[in-house]
C-alpha cells in the first residue's frame, strides 16, 4: 500500500480558503487519492477522490501534482462546520481491504 | 434510506465479557468492514466482507469474529473483552466494483471495557 504523509494540525481562518496537503511519493498508477473527513469523532465522512486530474465538486477541489506524489484538498471557503480531521489515503478503488486511514490533519477553522 | 445504522451507541463491559456489535445497511453494497478508532488515531481495518458468506481479516482481527448471512447485515462478535477493546467501532459499507469510491461509515458504537 502507498503510504501518505499529513501534517498533524492545520489552522485556517473562517472565510478564507484551506490547503490542506499530502505526500504519497510510492503511489503507483492504479491507485486513486481519497480524502475523507471526521468531525468531531463522527464517522468518517468522503469528500472528494482523484487518479491524475483534477476534481472538484460541491464540497472541495482537489489538486494532483502531474508526477502523482502528491496532492492538496482545497476548502474555498473554510467555515466553522469543517473543523474536522482530514485523511489522505491512496487505493485502488475496487480493493476496498487497502482502506488505511493514518493520523490525519486536524484541521481547526477560526473565527 | 437510513445508511449504515450501528447498535449500540454506547456499551460498558466487564472484562471476559462477550457481546456483539450490530450493524447494518439498506443501499445494497457488497462490501461491509469493521473498523476501531483509539483516542488519537487513525481508524484500522479489523475484518471485511465482499458479499453475503464471504469474510476475512483486517489489519487488526485478533478477539474478533465476524459472520455475514446476508447482504444487510455484518456483526462484530467480542469473544472475551479486554481492557485492549476499548475502542470506538465504526462499520461501513460500499459496492465492492470497479467504479465504487466511496465508502458510507456508520455513527460509531463506543465500547468501553474495564
Known amino acids: 500500500d502507498a503510504k501518505t504523509t499529513q501534517p498533524p494540525s492545520m489552522d485556517c481562518a473562517e472565510g478564507r480558503a484551506a490547503n490542506l496537503p499530502c505526500n504519497h511519493s510510492t503511489i503507483s498508477g492504479n491507485e486513486y487519492v481519497y480524502w475523507y473527513r471526521q468531525i468531531h469523532s463522527q464517522g468518517p465522512q468522503y469528500i472528494i477522490h482523484g487518479l491524475k486530474n483534477n476534481e472538484t465538486n460541491e464540497m472541495a477541489s482537489l489538486i494532483i501534482t502531474e508526477d502523482r506524489k502528491s496532492s492538496t484538498l482545497i476548502l474555498p471557503h473554510a467555515t466553522l462546520r469543517d473543523t474536522a480531521v482530514y485523511y489522505c489515503?491512496?487505493?485502488?478503488?475496487?480493493?476496498?481491504?487497502?482502506?488505511?486511514f493514518g493520523a490525519g490533519t486536524r484541521l481547526t477553522v477560526k473565527p | 434510506n437510513a445508511g449504515v445504522t450501528q447498535t449500540p451507541k454506547f456499551q460498558v463491559l466487564k472484562t471476559g465479557q462477550s457481546m456483539t456489535l450490530q450493524c447494518a445497511q439498506d443501499m445494497n453494497h457488497e462490501y461491509m468492514s469493521w473498523y476501531r478508532q483509539d483516542p488519537g488515531m487513525g481508524l484500522r481495518l479489523i475484518h471485511y466482507s465482499v458479499g453475503a458468506g464471504i469474510t476475512d481479516q483486517g489489519e487488526v482481527p485478533n478477539g474478533y469474529n465476524v459472520s455475514r448471512s446476508t447482504t444487510e447485515d455484518f456483526p462484530l462478535r467480542l469473544l472475551s473483552a479486554a481492557p485492549s477493546q476499548t475502542s470506538v467501532y465504526f462499520c461501513?459499507?460500499?459496492?465492492?466494483?470497479?467504479?465504487?469510491?466511496?465508502?458510507?461509515f456508520g455513527p460509531g458504537t463506543r465500547l468501553t471495557v474495564t
Open positions: 489515503i491512496v487505493r485502488v478503488p475496487y480493493n476496498n481491504n487497502d482502506m488505511r
Open positions: 461501513a459499507s460500499s459496492y465492492s466494483r470497479q467504479g465504487s469510491y466511496e465508502q458510507y
